[in-house]
């Protein structure tokens, strides 16, 4: 896996860049997402409200631990209605690389809801990482998100529920 450095932006300047979902060159849908999947992503995705910049900004911020000597590396952030309500849901993914002083990394795939006006952390979803393997997306059906290994069979890939609304105990207190 490639790790290419986006450079940060700030929220309102990503608001700028909303419909552009990938750093330019970072290879994400040739190695994360299955063909099929990363197809359904460019065709049904919708536009990235501001809110969402913010709120996955901020959440960056807290994953990226500085006594851990953590940085964050090619934060995608994607809209897909993966409920068919007709509402988007918002996907992050990213890489944490370094941790405790390592090399080791691994990749996160995190879902967040709109609920009660806010956008809060409903699902994170560790892809895998170094030591273990990358798992890759290998689709979306209502529902689920599904992750397979690399050369898997999409049909033979695991099914992840998400939920749509935050879980029971609530989500964490997310600023809108």
Same mark, same amino acid.
């Given at each position: ?73 090619? *934060?995608?952030?994607?809209?897909? /209605? !993966?409920? =068919?309500? &007709?509402?988007?849901? %918002?996907?992050?993914?990213?890489? @944490? ?26 699902? *994170?979803?560790?892809?895998?990482? /170094? !030591?273990? =393997?990358? &798992?890759?997306?290998? %689709?979306?059906?209502?529902?689920? @998100? ?31």
């Amino acid at each position: 896996m490639r790790l290419n450095h986006c450079y940060r932006i700030t929220a309102w300047a990503l608001a700028l860049l909303a419909p552009a979902t990938a750093c330019a060159g970072d290879g994400a849908e040739d190695e994360l997402f299955a063909p099929q999947a990363w197809h359904y992503l460019r065709t049904h995705r919708q536009p990235t409200p501001l809110a969402f910049l913010q709120v996955t900004e901020k959440y960056l911020e807290e994953q990226n631990d500085p006594e851990q000597s953590c940085s964050i590396y090619n *934060p995608r952030r994607f809209m897909l /209605d !993966l409920d =068919g309500d &007709g509402k988007a849901e %918002g996907l992050l993914l990213y890489t @944490i690389e370094g941790c405790g002083g390592g090399n080791g990394w691994t990749v996160h795939l995190d879902v967040f809801v709109h609920a009660n006006g806010k956008w809060a952390l409903a699902q *994170p979803i560790s892809l895998g990482g /170094d !030591l273990g =393997g990358v &798992g890759r997306i290998a %689709g979306f059906r209502p529902g689920e @998100i599904l992750l397979g290994e690399e050369d898997e069979d999409p049909s033979n890939a695991t099914p992840v529920p998400v939920p749509y609304d935050c879980p029971t105990p609530p989500c964490p207190e997310t600023k809108s």
